[in-house]
């Protein structure tokens, strides 16, 4: 162990391990984030996510049996529109939280409450191929013409520190810094078919004011994930996925923390249309980590969108 690292209160390496972005929120597990719709449309959506789990640290930390519980509200809008020939869009999502962290420390319970807002995440997408610009009358003789088609895409996010936080709690909502995501995705889609695959890498802007007054900084994250969907005529659709995601190192006031993350993600969606512009989504999503410090937590989501 390095001067530096016996330097560091055990707090502070706590902290590290519990406010470090989880692997499940950098791999949402989205279906359909790539298809294809005419410019003009709007989608605003509400949803709720439950979810519960373990959390595994490092044993020298000497915690034991850390749970959480967590309840997330989600507001989002999506709209779609021309760059140049082809389609382009914007989502923006607005999550806030209620939840509990508990657990054994030196052998005591304890246990902490955060309610508030979490931080909302902007991004910017576009189909590069295969998703030409077309208005709501072109598009369904355009969709009959075109049974299989292939889209590529392109896609930056931003996530925006404007969660709750305050560096003198170990557990916070927000992160404090920025977080930039670039992707690339790919739709193939045949009949009611539809196969997707989509890359991020994740770069993170260094927390300055981390957790008594330290600077916390992350290497980059990458994530894969992929998706089948199958479509039953337009009321309703099916989805199946899975994700991996490696890297994202910490590192505290130059010294490197030695946890590189490894997570599998898996899950599924259901989506129906209760009336022309009404969906209602089903979702279930398993987080698992693959290795001895991590996160093996079950979500469950309920969502309503309106498109206009």
Same mark, same amino acid.
């Given at each position: 162990?390095?001067?530096?690292?016996?330097?560091?209160?055990?707090?502070?390496?706590?902290?590290?391990?519990?406010?470090?972005?989880?692997?499940?929120?950098?791999?949402?597990?989205?279906?359909?984030?790539?298809?294809?719709?005419?410019?003009?449309?709007?989608?605003?959506?509400?949803?709720?996510?439950?979810?519960?789990?373990?959390?595994?640290?490092?044993?020298?930390?000497?915690?034991?049996?850390?749970?959480?519980?967590?309840?997330?509200?989600?507001?989002?809008?999506?709209?779609?529109?021309?760059?140049?020939?082809?389609?382009?869009?914007?989502?923006?999502?607005?999550?806030?939280?209620?939840?509990?962290?508990?657990?054994?420390?030196?052998?005591?319970?304890?246990?902490?409450?955060?309610?508030?807002?979490?931080?909302?995440?902007?991004?910017?997408?576009?189909?590069?191929? !295969?998703?030409?610009?077309? /208005?709501?009358?072109?598009?369904? @003789?355009?969709?009959? +013409?075109?049974? #299989? $088609?292939?889209?590529? &895409?392109?896609?930056?996010?931003?996530?925006?520190?404007?969660?709750?936080?305050?560096?003198?709690?170990?557990?916070?909502?927000?992160?404090?810094?920025?977080?930039?995501?670039?992707?690339?995705?790919?739709?193939?889609?045949?009949?009611?078919?539809?196969?997707?695959?989509?890359?991020?890498?994740?770069?993170?802007?260094?927390?300055?004011?981390?957790?008594?007054?330290?600077?916390?900084?992350?290497?980059?994250?990458?994530?894969?994930?992929?998706?089948?969907?199958?479509?039953?005529?337009?009321?309703?659709?099916?989805?199946?996925?899975?994700?991996? !995601?490696?890297?994202?190192? /910490?590192?505290?006031?130059?010294? @490197?923390?030695?946890? +590189?993350?490894? #997570? $599998?993600?898996?899950? &599924?969606?259901?989506?129906?249309?209760?009336?022309?512009?009404?969906?209602?989504?089903?979702?279930?999503?398993?987080?698992?980590?693959?290795?001895?410090?991590?996160?093996?937590?079950?979500?469950?989501?309920?969502?309503?969108?309106?498109?206009?």
């Amino acid at each position: 162990m390095t001067a530096v690292r016996s330097a560091l209160p055990r707090a502070v390496r706590l902290a590290a391990g519990l406010c470090a972005p989880s692997l499940c929120a950098a791999q949402d597990l989205e279906p359909r984030r790539w298809t294809h719709l005419p410019v003009g449309t709007d989608v605003a959506g509400v949803g709720y996510v439950h979810t519960t789990g373990d959390l595994a640290f490092d044993p020298v930390l000497r915690i034991e049996d850390a749970e959480v519980e967590l309840h997330t509200g989600l507001f989002s809008y999506t709209r779609y529109f021309a760059l140049g020939s082809t389609t382009a869009r914007i989502d923006a999502v607005l999550p806030v939280h209620s939840g509990e962290w508990d657990g054994l420390v030196d052998g005591a319970p304890r246990a902490v409450d955060r309610d508030g807002l979490g931080d909302p995440t902007l991004r910017f997408s576009v189909n590069l191929v !295969g998703a030409p610009a077309l /208005s709501a009358a072109e598009f369904p @003789a355009w969709r009959r +013409e075109h049974g #299989t $088609v292939t889209t590529v &895409g392109a896609a930056l996010l931003v996530r925006l520190p404007l969660g709750e936080y305050d560096d003198q709690k170990l557990i916070n909502l927000g992160q404090n810094r920025f977080v930039l995501g670039t992707q690339l995705g790919v739709l193939h889609t045949s009949g009611e078919w539809s196969f997707e695959l989509t890359g991020t890498a994740f770069l993170f802007e260094d927390n300055s004011e981390f957790f008594g007054g330290h600077e916390l900084e992350q290497d980059p994250l990458f994530a894969a994930q992929g998706h089948v969907v199958k479509t039953f005529g337009q009321d309703w659709w099916l989805s199946g996925g899975a994700a991996y !995601g490696f890297g994202g190192e /910490s590192t505290i006031d130059g010294d @490197a923390k030695d946890d +590189e993350r490894s #997570t $599998v993600v898996f899950g &599924g969606s259901f989506g129906f249309r209760v009336a022309d512009a009404h969906s209602i989504r089903l979702a279930y999503a398993r987080v698992d980590t693959q290795t001895g410090v991590g996160e093996e937590t079950d979500s469950v989501f309920l969502g309503w969108s309106f498109r206009f």
